[in-house]
């Protein structure tokens, strides 16, 4: 069964460091999305991808943070410089709502420490 | 705004005994809604998911969901847990294709042997 990947499973970065998060949706999926867990708190929405923009963003996803569809494969997300607070579990999904039925398939997540 | 409410944190329940685990969302219209989980250290699995029609839905390892509308409500149910189960259990609510997940806050369920 396809699944979504990404990699790295786990990063630890310095603050103020950049970190490049990868993520390989689903090969036929239209739609892509990163969502974070804070740990002990509930799964948000960062952002969500469509035709090479961004569709939808949450007030968390501010100018540190950005997306980009590079090839036809990768789905990355990228935090500039990042803070103590960027600490957190962070999800892919990607989605395919052709045929009236859109799930969001989501991967084994990155576990981002920065210290 | 959209939102889910998971009443119950912790859950603990022994081994072949019910489950059942509370949502309620709170949308404007027709949600889409899904019960997903997460085992320690691991990704979100779908469980199930409601769109329409049949307001008993059926998903994988045994569990199933009732769409109460008139309650708001999407509870998770599953009639004999094995100490598999364990894990945290996200309902979350959508509104259309290519829109954010509102997720609740989680349930986090231990089974007892």
């Known amino acids: 069964e396809p699944e979504v990947t990404q990699t790295p499973s786990h990063q630890v970065t310095q603050m103020g460091q950049e970190v490049i998060l990868r993520c390989v949706p689903i090969?036929?999926?239209?739609?892509f999305y990163w969502y974070r867990q804070i740990l002990g708190q509930k799964v948000e929405f960062l952002v969500s991808?469509?035709?090479?923009?961004?569709?939808?963003k949450s007030e968390i996803f501010d100018d540190q943070f950005s997306v980009e569809r590079p090839d036809g494969s990768n789905f990355t997300l990228k935090i500039r410089s990042t803070k103590l607070e960027d600490s957190a579990m962070y999800f892919c999904a990607s989605s395919d709502p052709r045929g009236g039925v859109e799930t969001q398939y989501f991967g084994p997540g990155t576990r981002l420490l920065v210290l | 705004a959209q939102s889910v409410t998971q009443p119950d944190i912790h859950i603990t329940v022994s081994e072949g005994a019910s489950l059942e685990l509370r949502c309620n969302y709170s949308?404007?219209?027709?949600?889409?809604l899904f019960w997903y989980v997460q085992s320690p250290g691991q990704g979100l699995q779908l469980l199930l998911k409601?769109?329409?029609?049949?307001?008993l839905v059926q998903g994988i390892k045994g569990f199933e969901a009732e769409f109460k509308r008139s309650q708001s409500s999407f509870n998770l149910r599953k009639p004999s847990v094995h100490w598999s189960d364990a894990a945290e259990y996200f309902c979350?609510?959508?509104?259309?294709?290519?829109?954010?997940?509102?997720f609740g806050g989680g349930t986090r369920v231990l089974v007892k042997p």
């Open positions: 979350a609510v959508g509104k259309a294709a290519g829109n954010k997940l509102t």
């Open positions: 949308y404007g219209a027709t949600p889409y």
């Open positions: 409601y769109f329409s029609g049949d307001t």
């Open positions: 090969s036929n999926h239209l739609y």
């Open positions: 991808f469509y035709n090479n923009e961004i569709s939808e």
